[in-house]
T-cell receptor, first 110, second 113 residues
Framework: GQQVMQIPQYQHVQEGEDFTTYCNSS?????IQWYKQRPGGHPVFLIQ?????EVKKQKRLTFQFGEAKKNSSLHITATQTTDVGTYFC??????????FGQGTTLQVKP | DAGITQSPRHKVTETGTPVTLRCHQT?????MYWYRQDPGHGLRLIHY???????DKGEVSDGYSVSRSKTEDFLLTLESATSSQTSVYFCATQTGLLGSPLHFGNGTRLTVT
């Protein structure tokens, strides 16, 4: 079946270092969404990318959608302790189904 | 988020007992979803609803049933709870537009002993 693979599963960084998580789909996606889940919390929608090659920024976060609309990345510049949490990508297939990646858990050491 | 309330927030139950989790939304969103979250597995879809009395199975539906008699309420029932169903359960809603974002409830932590 359709899958969205997300790597890495865990990442520990020193505060101030950069962080990137990647998502790869086995099929072309209509769009990709990114969510953040703080420890003990629920997933919260961050952003949606729709166009091939699209790049969007939210302060220190940069989101990219691949040219083939099969992969995406989230890059955080100069991590802060407030960035701690699990980041999920979720792709919408051409049939309208939303498929979540397994998530990347980010730990930031002060 | 989007006026979604899950109840109970925590529950401990014994193996073999039925359990019902409730999701209530005030946003009149068309789609509602039940996910479970377990370490290493991310969010896995159990069941979803695309309207009143219209439901369908997700990828991990065995042992679960759902009902949606009103737009605002989506119930998840574990017919006979097993230890493998110990998990955190999230309800989510979506307006119904293709690819629109999900809004999640605060989750229910269920422990089956």
């Amino acid at each position: 079946g359709q899958q969205v693979m997300q790597i890495p599963q865990y990442q520990h960084v020193q505060e101030g270092e950069d962080f990137t998580t990647y998502c790869n789909s086995s099929t072309t996606l209509s769009n990709i969404q990114w969510y953040k889940q703080r420890p003990g919390g629920h997933p919260v929608f961050l952003i949606q990318l729709v166009k091939s090659g699209e790049v969007k920024k939210q302060k220190r976060l940069t989101f990219q959608f691949g040219e083939a609309k099969k992969n995406s990345s989230l890059h955080i510049t100069a991590t802060q302790t407030t960035d701690v949490g699990t980041y999920f990508c979720a792709g919408t297939s051409n049939t309208g189904k939303l498929i979540f990646g397994q998530g990347t858990t980010l730990q930031v050491k002060p | 988020d989007a006026g979604i309330t899950q109840s109970p927030r925590h529950k401990v139950t014994e193996t073999g007992t039925p359990v019902t989790l409730r999701c209530h939304q005030t946003e009149n969103h068309r789609y509602m979803y039940w996910y479970r979250q377990d370490p290493g597995h991310g969010l896995r879809l159990i069941h979803y609803s695309y309207g009143v009395k219209d439901t369908d199975k997700g990828e991990v539906s065995d042992g679960y049933s759902v009902s949606r008699s009103k737009t605002e309420d989506f119930l998840l029932t574990l017919e006979s709870a097993t230890s493998s169903q110990t998990s955190v359960y999230f309800c989510a809603t979506q307006t119904g537009l293709l690819g629109s974002p999900l809004h999640f409830g605060n989750g229910t932590r269920l422990t089956v002993t």
